[in-house]
């Protein structure tokens, strides 16, 4: 079980970071989105809060905002998206399939969730489950069911769009990598013994550092 550092206190420098991601949390009225974040280890006012953390021995800081509204400059400002709804409200659920497909038309890059809130007060529920799971499923999408109230599974969602932030740049590098040493062997003389380089293992994106607070599973 691997875990994510979390630091609070004075409202960061960006400056003084290694990368900086962008969160937007989005869902129609009384879903529990700011509770969601203040759940989520940060710091802030009612509509922007961050928190810092260190991943692969990266100081990061991640900002978030929310909002019921999806804007076409949104795809430009952030990196990452969760869309949250009730289980107790059917019309929330119905409010994010409808904000998915804004999202869509605008961006399909930005790593993406979806989040079931209020599962504290299940009995409650109005969401059929196989309706909710298959809209998932045709998505290709992540689903998760937390109780921001409770602080109860709040932390899998966001870690979840880490992993993918952080794996979107070894990718990236590996890439680089694989294309600098392309170019260096067909420039070069053939040397007296072959040294290529290794693949990077996808695991090494959960390598996340320790600490007791915030718990990815």
Known sequence: MDELIFFRGMAPDRNSFDRVFKFVILGGKSVGKKTLLRSFCTEGDDESIWTTLT????KVLIEATVTQKWEEGMSQENDAI?????TTDVYSFEYTLELYNEIQKTTERIPLVFIENKMDIVENSQMEKSLVEGEMRKKH???????AEKEFNVMHPFAYLIEKLTRQKK?????ERKQS?????STASPPSSTEAWGEPNAADSNALSTNKK????
């Open 214 to 217: 915030c718990i990815l599973m």
């Open 181 to 185: 040493s392309s170019v260096a062997s």
């Open 55 to 58: 991943v692969d021995e990266e």
């Open 171 to 175: 990718d990236v590098n590996a890439n």
């Open 141 to 147: 999408k992540r689903l998760y069911r937390v109780s």
């Open 82 to 86: 969760a869309l949250v709804f009730s």
